[in-house]
């Protein structure tokens, strides 16, 4: 697995490059590495190299691999997520980034308090306005911050992005900057169980460039791993 840790060297780089370019350090900005359809040995490789936290798309495929990992990890739940979904990871994963409907919201704190549990969330948001993604639209997220006060089991802890596919990342630098920017709002007028602290945006292709809007939270699998093959099943 020699290759998976020297691209985890490159990104590591790559990432406190961009964070200097910031005015910030390495040291704050985590790294998510997104494990979707790569298999247990290739986490175990970058476990090795030092991963500390790993991002799965399908709840199902994360809670296959959870107690199969070599060792501990914090897990986040990155992709879309449904509501009948949220009793089997609320009490497994460190935080669920894709809360994007105020149901899923109501579900996710439901399922904490049978924990006693808090469960740290960030808001999804559409950005970009592509139909193909999910996400809050920009200008609903206050409704849903103000619905999420009312839930003594979640805490938000700040926003989630995917940007659109492009070829030349610098063309996502309005909508990174665009989150940013509302992340900045929110954060001035936060208050009881809203805490807003992580960024989430930025994947292979982009993340410098994320990185260097404000990104503190990079969520990057095939620039570790390699070409996903979907032909596999994990």
């Known amino acids: 697995m020699a290759g998976i840790k020297e691209n985890l060297e490159t990104v590591r780089e790559n990432i406190a490059v961009a964070a200097k370019r910031s005015g910030r350090v390495a040291e704050d900005v985590t790294l998510i590495t997104v494990t979707k359809n790569f298999d247990v040995s290739c986490i175990d490789a970058a476990i090795d190299c030092g991963i500390t936290d790993a991002g799965e798309n399908r709840v199902q495929e994360m809670l ?35 809360v994007d409907t105020v149901k899923l919201l109501s579900e996710i704190n439901r399922e904490a308090a049978k924990y006693d549990l808090v469960c740290d969330v960030l808001l ?3 950005i970009s306005g592509e139909e193909s993604k999910f996400g809050i639209n920009p200008g609903t997220v206050y409704e849903m911050i103000e619905q999420a006060k009312t839930m003594p089991n979640i805490c938000v802890k700040g926003l989630m992005t995917v940007a659109p596919y492009v070829v030349d990342p610098n063309e996502n630098r309005p909508y990174f900057r665009g989150i940013r920017q509302l992340f900045d709002q929110i954060k001035q007028e936060q208050s009881g169980n809203i805490h807003m602290q992580y960024l989430s945006m930025g994947m292979s292709g982009d993340y410098e460039v994320a ?3 404000g990104s503190n939270m990079v969520r990057v699998g095939s620039a570790i791993f390699g070409k996903r093959d979907y032909s596999k099943k994990i």
């Open 64 to 98: 296959s691999k959870i107690d199969t990992v070599k060792s501990k990890l914090n897990w986040h739940m990155i992709g879309h997520l449904q509501t009948n979904k949220v009793k089997y990871i609320v009490d497994k994963v460190k935080m669920i980034h894709s």
């Open 124 to 126: 999804e948001v559409n």
């Open 211 to 213: 990185i260097e809007e």
